[in-house]
């Protein structure tokens, strides 16, 4: 089910394409373990298609079949590394991560422009939420500029402040006036 991207318009886009510009320009751009040499190749490409005309599902389905992700990959263990089974929705995995911490990032900018706030919300429906998930749903973003900050600093891991919340939590910021 894809995700609900309510501030998502051509503004925002553009933002997000800022947005990887600005990795790229900045050897800061977080590419997968799990995408094979094929798909680093091609992964940059791909987001900025995705950004300028497309949606996470798009750039996973592009990623998929553009073969980048390979049959296996490799799992650090405690003992150092093990070759494990890629898992079936790695590329949706991938693409609506990656394609919501850009979407955020562009907010961040909205918002700092347009004199708001962001506000988190249900962006997917899930199946079970997560505890964690759930009870910052509603919770309102007021330092969106710390917000981006961390996003462009945690890059392919849990930000400090836990926004988005993990892979795979349906959760996303809208902007959201001030009072």
Known sequence: MPLSFRNLNGTTRQLMLDELNYDI???NLYVS?????????????LLEKSFTEGTEFSLATELDENACFGATYQRKTKNGFSTVKMPYDAPFTLAEG????FYIRALCFRALNENCYLRIYRAKEVL?????S???????????????NDMRNNIGTTTLLG????PNSGLSVELYKKD
Do not use: C, H
């Open 25 to 27: 320009k900045n050897d």
């Open 33 to 45: 373990n799990r995408l094979n040499s094929k798909g680093v190749v091609q992964y940059p490409k």
């Open 98 to 101: 990656e394609f919501n911490r």
């Open 128 to 132: 079970t939420p997560r505890p964690e």
């Open 134 to 148: 759930t009870a910052i749903i509603g919770e309102i973003i007021m330092d969106v500029k710390e917000l981006l």
């Open 163 to 166: 926004v988005p919340a993990g």
